[in-house]
């Protein structure tokens, strides 16, 4: 019933920003935690950051300082400001969004593409 689209991927330099955003094609219901995360090549999907329903966040300790997450309930709508980007920011970005009490509501999107380099 629900789909996660990712946009705003692409290349910039190191110390450029990015604005990513993912956009859900339906209703989100309940106690639902929203995040970003990524992969990169040859390595494990990690988080990156995570925002609930009432705004408190969560960040991955490399990119504090550096990377803002928002949300927009009305919208269905959840962004990932980056700033100051480093070349190991470089991986496949995926949106989530996940009830806290009800197991089988797990979304992902597709994924979008972030390479820093020079």
């Known amino acids: 019933q629900v789909q996660l689209v990712e946009s705003g991927g692409g290349l910039v330099q190191p110390g450029g920003s990015l604005r990513l955003s993912c956009a859900a094609s339906g209703r989100i219901f309940g106690d639902t935690v929203m995040g970003w995360y990524r992969q990169a090549p040859g390595e494990q999907r990690e988080l990156v950051a995570t925002?609930?329903?009432?705004?408190?966040?969560n960040y991955k300790d490399s990119v504090k300082g550096r990377f803002t997450i928002s949300r927009d309930n009305g919208k269905n709508t959840v962004y990932l400001q980056m700033n100051s980007l480093k070349p190991e920011d470089t991986a496949v970005y995926y949106c989530?969004?996940?009830?806290?009490?009800?197991?089988?509501?797990?979304?992902w999107g597709q994924g979008t593409q972030v390479t820093v380099s020079s």
């Open positions: 989530n969004a996940k009830d806290r009490y009800i197991s089988s509501i797990d979304y």
């Open positions: 925002i609930t329903n009432g705004g408190m966040t």
